[in-house]
């Protein structure tokens, strides 16, 4: 897997074949197909009063990956990913 950050524009992924996924032990996806050979990009959301970006980088793995291990698919990680991030800007 590969994620992108591309600032205010959003974030790009880049998904790994199936096979390949399939090495990733405990971590692994139990809905395989809708993580395997897929590349996406999703935009932000607008944030009104703008703060700051501090931790966003961390927070952006973090919700990330999280939503990954609870099995969310790859869409909804994203879409997590997206409004948290908005969230952390905004409550700064």
Known sequence: MLLIKCGSNG???KLASNK???EMGLA???KLASWSDQELFRETYVVKNFKS???GGDTTIAVFLSAMLK???VYDSLKIRMKNWSALLYDL
């Open 11 to 13: 974030v790009y992924f």
């Open 20 to 22: 390949r996924l399939q």
């Open 28 to 30: 692994m996806p139990s």
């Open 53 to 55: 970006a501090l931790a």
């Open 71 to 73: 099995n969310y698919n």
